[in-house]
C-alpha cells in the first residue's frame, strides 16, 4: 500500500507519523522526482490533507496524520512525483489571492499573468465603467480578478476552449461575478463582432498561446499535462499575436491593450503592435526576474482610434446573452 510505503521511508518508527516526519519523507521524494519545489510543495500536500493553512500546519508538526489522510497524501506525491501539476492534483490554484478550481481543462494560473491583471487595473481605475475585453480567459482568473476588484467593470471574456470557458464560468460562481462577465466561445475577436460587441471594446487583454514548438518539446515535462493549444502558438510562438494585431482594426474604440508573452519576445511583440496601432504608446514591461512580460498600448489622449466600422448591437453584458 502507497502510505505504508511512505511510512517506512519517513521513518515513523512504531507507526507514529507526524507531520514532521511526512514533510520530510514527501519533500525527498518531490526532490528525488525532479519537481523544483519539494518542501513547498509537500506543505502545500499537508496543507490541502489537513484543511488547514499552511502556518497552522507548521504549528502542528508533531501532531500525527490519520492512515486515510496518509493514503490519499501518498497518491498524491506519487502522482506529482510523475510530474503532473500540483494545481490539477489539488483542483485548486490561487490567482491575485482568490482561490480558484483547476483542472485539465484550462491552464494553471501563473504568477506572472497577475501583472496583466495589475495592468489591466491600472486602465480600469481611470475607466471604473470601462467595457474591456479578454481573449483566451482559461480558467477565467483574470476576469474573474477583474470583476472582484472594479465592481462597475463592464467585462467579455472569451475563448477557443468550450471546456475551458465552462470551468471559466463555475469560477466566476465561486466568486459571485457570474452576472458582470459575459462569456462567449470563439476565435480571438470573431465571437465579439459576431455578438455585435466589437464596436464596445474599449480595453482589450489578452494571455494568448507565445511558446514556439520547440520551446514547448524542450519545457518542463508539466506543460504536458496543460491543453496544448493553451501553451503553444506555432513555430515562432508569435503567430497568435500576429493574427490578434491584424484584426485590431475592428475595435473602432479601443484605447488599451495588454497582452503577456515570452521571456524574450518584446522587442518582436512590440513591433508587431507598434505596426498594427501607429501612433500608440508602447511600453514592454518585466515581470519581477526580469523578463520581458508584457506589451502595454495606449491611445495618446486627444487621438482618435483608427478602427473601422462595423456591426453595432445595444451594449447588453450582462447574462441575458447565452453562455455559448
Ligand atoms: C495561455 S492560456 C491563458 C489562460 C488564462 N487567461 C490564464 O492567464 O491563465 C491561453 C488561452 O487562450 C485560448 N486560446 C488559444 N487560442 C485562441 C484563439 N485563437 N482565440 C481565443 N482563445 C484562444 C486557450 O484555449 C487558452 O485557454
Given amino acids: 500500500m502507497a502510505a505504508a510505503g511512505t511510512a517506512a521511508s519517513a521513518g515513523g518508527g512504531g507507526g507514529r507519523l507526524t507531520v514532521r516526519a511526512v514533510l520530510r519523507a514527501w ?5 528525488a522526482a525532479g519537481c523544483p519545489e519539494p518542501e513547498r510543495e509537500a506543505l502545500l ?12 500546519v507548521l504549528a502542528r508538526r508533531e501532531e500525527s496524520l490519520r492512515a486515510d489522510q496518509l493514503e490519499v497524501g501518498a497518491q498524491i506525491v506519487a502522482q506529482r512525483c510523475r510530474r503532473v501539476p500540483l494545481a490539477y492534483l489539488l483542483g485548486e490554484a490561487y490567482f491575485f489571492g482568490l482561490r480558484l478550481r483547476c483542472d485539465r481543462r484550462a491552464l494553471v494560473p501563473r504568477v506572472e499573468t ?7 487595473l491600472e486602465w480600469l481605475r481611470g475607466r471604473p465603467r470601462g467595457v474591456l ?3 483566451g480567459t482559461g480558467s477565467g482568473c483574470l476576469s474573474i480578478a477583474l470583476a472582484v476588484h472594479c465592481p462597475t467593470a463592464r467585462l467579455v471574456a472569451t475563448d477557443l476552449s468550450a471546456a475551458a470557458l465552462a470551468l471559466a464560468a463555475e469560477n466566476a460562481r465561486l466568486h459571485g461575478v457570474e452576472e458582470r462577465i459575459v462569456f462567449l466561445c470563439g476565435d ?8 455585435g460587441l466589437a464596436s464596445h471594446v474599449q480595453a482589450l487583454v489578452a494571455n494568448l498561446p507565445y511558446l514556439a514548438e520547440a520551446e ?3 519545457a518542463a515535462p508539466e506543460l504536458r499535462y496543460e491543453p496544448r493549444a493553451a501553451l ?7 503567430e497568435a499575436y500576429q493574427r490578434l494585431a491584424g484584426q485590431l482594426a475592428l475595435l473602432p474604440k479601443l484605447e488599451f491593450l495588454a497582452v503577456e508573452m515570452g521571456a524574450s519576445q518584446g522587442s518582436a511583440v512590440r513591433a508587431l503592435f507598434a505596426r498594427a496601432l501607429p501612433g500608440w504608446e508602447l511600453e514592454v514591461r518585466r515581470d519581477y526576474a526580469g523578463w520581458d512580460r508584457l506589451l502595454i498600448a495606449r491611445l495618446p489622449a486627444g487621438r482618435p482610434a483608427a478602427g473601422k466600422k462595423v456591426p453595432r448591437a445595444p451594449l447588453q453584458l450582462d447574462r441575458s446573452k447565452p453562455h455559448r
Fill in 133 to 135: 475585453a479578454e481573449l
Fill in 188 to 195: 480571438l475577436l470573431a465571437p465579439l463582432v459576431s455578438e
Fill in 232 to 238: 503553444v502558438a506555432g513555430p515562432t510562438g508569435l
Fill in 114 to 120: 497577475e501583472l496583466l491583471a495589475e495592468a489591466a
Fill in 27 to 31: 519533500a525527498a521524494r518531490l526532490q
Fill in 45 to 56: 500536500i499537508v496543507s490541502h490533507l489537513l484543511g488547514l493553512e499552511a502556518g497552522q
Fill in 216 to 218: 514547448y518539446a524542450a
